[in-house]
């Protein structure tokens, strides 16, 4: 490879989240901390020199948006997805989850409908409870590992439904939609005159053999009924520049979202927003196909390992992601006693899966995008734990 992930960055000391919040939230700091979604990657070093050429200025005043920020979206989009966009069609975000909660507030008003499909990445959730909406839950089915849309409650689920926060490709699941699963959606939701926002911020992510579709670019039914929000900071790991963006192909719908973060003054980036995403697209190609080799020989790695020493804790394969579901439910634990286990006694920060609904209850999300001697010790430390337990 050209580029080294087996580095093992100190993150202590550059108020990392990861590490930071071990105390507060666990009440130690002796945690191998493997849950927020962010990589233990040094980003790449040509959005490094990109940062370091800004800073050489000095000043670090308003910015305006480049031409070649939209360029190199539209540019990354055409080449990976087939996506024919063009920059009117782009609106700067402060993030994808501020997104969603901003297309609640957009589109919808107090006391309205909102479908979600847990078990999904909570902020979907939050959107919406936070914003006085009404919450719909749509559960998702696990079968043979992998997760799946029952259709026919979901046609019934979303009747009445202003809105659709949909996870494309799915957190923490890790599925990556089928194009005719995504037409399927589509057609659903126009008939129901249901407003889909499809997060895809994992898409870069998705792994060989499976291919990640563009949401909007399925149908027309998508097409027009539609608002993509992406960003380049899970694949290059730049989430603390707070630089996202939403493409939507419908006139009406973006003079109406760009109408509100006008209204809510939301549009104006930090200095660094739009060059991290011009040089990630415009160089990012051989950096991300080699993190992901890496990061799927990770995967691999865990799911050998858990069927050898530990298998009643099993991997849901991710299709895209470095994000991987544990179904631990063979432990037959409830889910403070799951908790426990894997914080007290296996000395690891997770992700617990209840945060992502009722069916995440028995499962835990670890984070592999880390170099592979940590992983090593993070599954150590579960076999441990697991045999002082005598499962």
Not at 55 to 72: A, H, M, Q, V
Not at 172 to 200: F, H, M, Q, R, Y
Not at 286 to 295: F, P, S, T
Not at 367 to 376: G, H, S
Request: aromatic residues 12%; glycine residues 6%; proline residues 6%.
């Amino acid at each position: 490879m050209k580029y080294d992930f087996n580095e093992i960055v100190d993150r202590k000391g550059s108020d990392a989240l990861k590490v930071e919040a071990l105390l507060p939230r666990w009440g130690r700091e002796d945690l191998l901390p493997m849950w927020v979604a962010d990589m233990d990657f040094k980003a790449p070093p040509f959005v490094v020199e990109s940062v370091k050429k800004r800073l050489d200025n000095g000043i670090f005043g308003y910015t305006s948006i480049p031409k070649e920020w939209y360029n190199s979206i539209i540019n990354w989009h055409d080449k990976r997805n087939q996506w024919n966009i063009n920059e009117y069609m782009i609106t700067f975000l402060p993030g994808v989850v501020p997104g969603l909660s901003v297309a609640v507030q957009c589109f919808t008003n107090p006391g309205d409908k909102v479908l979600i499909m847990p078990p999904v990445y909570y902020p979907f959730r939050l959107a919406v409870e936070n914003n006085g909406r009404e919450l719909v839950n749509s559960p998702l089915e696990l079968k043979n590992g992998e997760y799946h849309i029952n259709f026919e409650k979901f046609e019934q689920d979303i009747k009445g439904c202003k809105l659709f926060l949909f996870c494309n490709p799915h957190n923490p699941g890790g599925k990556v939609w089928t194009k005719d699963e995504l037409i399927k959606i589509a057609k659903i939701c126009k008939e129901n005159g249901t407003l889909v926002i499809s997060d895809e911020i994992h898409s870069d992510l998705t792994f060989a053999p499976h291919k990640h579709h563009v949401f909007s670019n399925t149908c027309p039914e998508a097409k027009e009924n539609n608002i993509t929000l992406n960003a380049p900071s899970k694949a290059f790991n730049l989430a603390g520049y707070c630089s996202a963006y939403a493409i939507t192909e419908n006139t009406d719908l973006r003079k109406k979202l760009n109408k509100f973060l006008e209204e809510k003054m939301l549009g104006d980036p930090n200095v660094f927003a739009y060059i991290t995403t011009i040089s990630a697209y415009k160089n990012g190609e051989e950096w991300l196909k080699e993190v992901k080799d890496y990061i799927f020989s990770n995967i691999q790695f865990l799911d050998e390992y858990l069927k050898e020493h530990t298998p009643k804790i099993k991997a849901i394969i991710p299709q895209a992601s470095y994000l991987v579901f544990l179904d631990c439910r063979e432990l037959n634990l409830t889910q403070p006693e799951l908790v426990d286990f894997f914080v007290d006694k296996a000395h690891l920060a997770l992700n617990d899966g209840a945060s992502y609904g009722e069916s995440g209850k028995g499962f835990m999300r670890i984070n592999l995008a880390t170099p592979r001697k940590i992983v090593e010790q993070a599954l150590q430390q579960i076999k441990e734990a697991y045999n002082q337990q005598g499962f």
